[in-house]
T-cell receptor, first 118, second 113 residues
Framework: AQKITQTQPGMFVQEKEAVTLDCTYD???????LFWYKQPSSGEMIFLIY??????QNATEGRYSLNFQKARKSANLVISASQLGDSAMYFC???????????????FGKGTKLSVIP | DAGVTQSPTHLIKTRGQQVTLRCSPK?????VSWYQQALGQGPQFIFQ???????QRGNFPDRFSGHQYPNYSSELNVNALLLGDSALYLC????????????FGPGTRLTVT
């Protein structure tokens, strides 16, 4: 079974509108972290937002917020007031909890291509 | 404050050759992880280095090896290159005790002909 599932290969959104990118995850660990990254055509993975499994409040970073529903194992990214520069691939990733220093392996989904329309 | 840097940017190699990719972590970071991203896919974890030792490894053959230096910079070596090794290789750095920090470099695009 896939650990990270992104069911939307591509999404379109009108400029200045909000958009939600879906992500569901599968883990038996109690301690884990969820990440969203943006990857423009240049290739660099840009960190957007992080949610820890024990965080009680949804994470927010500027126009990005993470809708974390632990019981449903979903971690959707919400981008408010979309801009043309938001057009890119978006990846959801998970770090599962392990003790010690070797606990930073990220498992990625297949990504969602977001296109912002003027 | 320099972010994660990688070199070279692009590389073309012939099947059977060997390649070395380099990564310098973000200032203050002491762990380095390497990922392979094939075209149209999400990145896949190769391995992670901390305190100059390989700590975790993904499902990659022994042809993929690495090294971490005392200044925390790292190398990824791939021997006996195959056409399927063509991909974007990404380096990510982090700080022990701060698992929410995983910053990526711009990547090295490797083409094997």
């Amino acid at each position: 079974a896939q650990k990270i599932t992104q069911t939307q290969p591509g999404m379109f959104v009108q400029e200045k509108e909000a958009v939600t990118l879906d992500c569901t995850y599968d883990t038996s660990d109690q301690s884990y972290g969820l990440f969203w990254y943006k990857q423009p055509s240049s290739g660099e993975m840009i960190f957007l937002i992080y949610q820890g499994s024990y965080d009680e409040q949804n994470a927010t970073e500027g126009r990005y917020s993470l809708n974390f529903q632990k019981a449903r194992k979903s971690a959707n990214l919400v981008i408010s007031a979309s801009q043309l520069g938001d057009s890119a691939m978006y990846f959801c990733a998970m770090r599962e909890g392990r003790s010690g220093a070797g606990s930073y392996q990220l498992t990625f989904g297949k990504g969602t291509k977001l296109s912002v329309i003027p | 404050d320099a972010g994660v840097t990688q070199s070279p940017t692009h590389l073309i190699k012939t099947r059977g050759q060997q390649v070395t990719l380099r990564c310098s972590p973000k200032s203050g970071h002491d762990t380095v992880s390497w990922y392979q991203q094939a075209l149209g896919q999400g990145p896949q974890f190769i391995f992670q280095y901390y305190e100059e030792e390989e700590r975790q490894r993904g499902n990659f053959p022994d042809r993929f090896s690495g090294h971490q230096y005392p200044n925390y910079s790292s190398e990824l070596n791939v021997n006996a290159l195959l056409l399927g090794d063509s991909a974007l290789y990404l380096c990510a750095s982090g700080e022990t005790g701060a698992p929410y920090e995983q910053y990526f470099g711009p990547g090295t695009r490797l083409t094997v002909t």
